[in-house]
Structures are given as structure tokens and as C-alpha cells.
């Protein structure tokens, strides 16, 4: 079984100025890993994902990520976030194989402030 | 991109009524969609994997009874909350599947919200 880590609840940052919300996974097989960003009362929507090849994804909203095999790690990172970045961010990770069942972290709200 | 919707957004009810909770793909069909379930300031927790023409495959913990799934076609996945009680109430969201050459990406739906009188 799999499982991911979001060591941080929460994390404030000024506008303009760059982020990274931190993911660690744990898995004994192969995973592909994704980042979702959820709007409040939404759901969820797909920022990126990392299924294969170059270990650096960019997504949408500017955001990208990298996949760090020897560290178990999928930090998400924006260099220079906006007021409307504010929003709760999942990590979340699918074993090749399982008809793509997800395991999500527990979340990191991202709150930008002027 | 691909497109899901949940209806009702939300809903109140009240105890010992059930609820039924709709999840369409608009533009893609699904063979399989995902039920998920979401306390406040919580993470996801996957209840069910809901697949076309076939009986639902439920989580550890989630009693199938209560939480009835049927997936009739193609397009459309509806989680049914059957005497429904206050501990019920919670986010529900829904996902269906898209198969791609690669990998299967899942896409989310809304959401909805229900709470138990």
C-alpha cells in the first residue's frame, strides 16, 4: 500500500513571492504522482502530473513540480504566487497498475496575503 | 478537458430520509467512476470504485448498504445515502476515469454537499 505525506497544514506567503508545498510519498511499486489544487466549496482540479520521463512537470496556473526518486519527493513550487493561488493543495499518488485508485495527502492550504 | 458534474451541489435533509447524489461525465464517456468523501479541512477518502455494469468495489469500512451505488451507463454513476444520519453529513465527490494512451487521469466533479437534520 501506498501513502503521502504533507508535512505542511498550512503555509502563508505574500503576493509575488515563490512557494513550494512539500510531498513525500511512500510506495513499494512504481507510482505516478499528481498535485490537485481545490477552490473552497469545489472540487478538485488537476494542476499536474507525473507519469513518466523528464522528472520536471509544468502545469497549469504556472505551478510545476519535481519527481525525486531517491527522495520519495513531489514538491509542488510556483515563483511568484498571486492572491487567487489561495486554495488547499493535494499531493496524491496511484500505483501503476490499480485502475488508477488515488491516495491523497492530507492537504496543504496555501493562503496569500497583499 | 474533460468535464464531470454532481447534482445537486447540495442538499438538506432529514434524518432517517435517503439522499441520491447524480455524477455525470458530459463530454467523455466513463467506465469507471470514483466516490469519494470529504470531512472539513480533511483529505479525500475513497468509499467506492463504480464501475458500468457491474457491482460497485467498496473501501474497508464502507458499508456497501448504506452507501448504494449504481452505475447504468455509460455517462452517469449515482451514490445513494440510504437513512441517512447526522454523522453523514459531509462533502461528496465524485470522479470518472479517462484512459489514455499513457496512464488514466482522474477528473473531479464539483462536489456535493449534504447535511443531515
Known amino acids: 500500500a501506498q501513502s503521502v505525506t504533507q508535512l505542511d497544514s498550512q503555509v502563508p506567503v505574500f503576493e509575488e513571492a515563490p512557494v513550494e508545498l512539500r510531498c513525500n510519498y511512500s510506495?513499494?511499486?512504481?507510482?505516478?504522482l499528481f498535485w490537485y489544487v481545490q477552490y473552497p466549496n469545489q472540487g478538485l482540479q488537476l494542476l499536474l502530473k507525473?507519469?513518466?520521463?523528464?522528472?520536471l512537470v509544468k502545469g497549469i496556473n504556472g505551478f510545476e513540480a519535481e519527481f525525486n526518486k531517491s527522495q520519495t519527493s513531489f514538491h509542488l513550487r510556483k515563483p511568484s504566487v498571486h492572491i487567487s493561488d489561495t486554495a488547499e493543495y493535494f499531493c496524491?499518488?496511484?500505483?501503476?497498475?490499480?485502475?488508477?485508485?488515488?491516495?491523497f495527502g492530507t492537504g496543504t492550504r496555501l493562503q496569500v496575503t497583499l | 478537458g474533460a468535464v464531470v458534474s454532481q447534482h445537486p451541489s447540495w442538499v438538506i435533509c432529514k434524518s432517517g430520509t435517503s439522499v441520491k447524489i447524480e455524477c455525470r461525465s458530459l463530454?467523455?464517456?466513463?467506465?469507471?467512476m470514483f466516490w469519494y468523501r470529504q470531512f472539513p479541512k480533511q483529505s479525500l477518502m475513497l468509499m467506492a470504485t463504480?464501475?458500468?455494469?457491474?457491482?460497485?468495489?467498496?473501501e474497508q469500512g464502507v458499508e456497501k448498504d448504506k452507501f448504494l451505488i449504481n452505475h447504468a451507463s455509460l455517462t452517469l454513476s449515482t451514490l445513494t445515502v440510504t437513512s441517512a444520519h447526522p454523522e453523514d453529513s459531509s462533502f461528496y465527490i465524485c470522479?470518472?476515469?479517462?484512459?489514455?494512451?499513457?496512464?488514466?487521469?482522474?477528473?473531479f466533479g464539483p462536489g456535493t454537499r449534504l447535511t443531515v437534520l
Open positions: 507525473y507519469l513518466s520521463g523528464s522528472t
Open positions: 496524491a499518488v496511484s500505483e501503476i497498475g490499480t485502475a488508477s485508485k488515488l491516495t
Open positions: 463504480s464501475n458500468e455494469g457491474s457491482k460497485a468495489t467498496y
Open positions: 510506495s513499494s511499486v512504481s507510482v505516478y
Open positions: 463530454d467523455f464517456q466513463a467506465t469507471t
Open positions: 470522479s470518472a476515469r479517462v484512459r489514455l494512451a499513457v496512464s488514466d487521469t482522474q477528473y
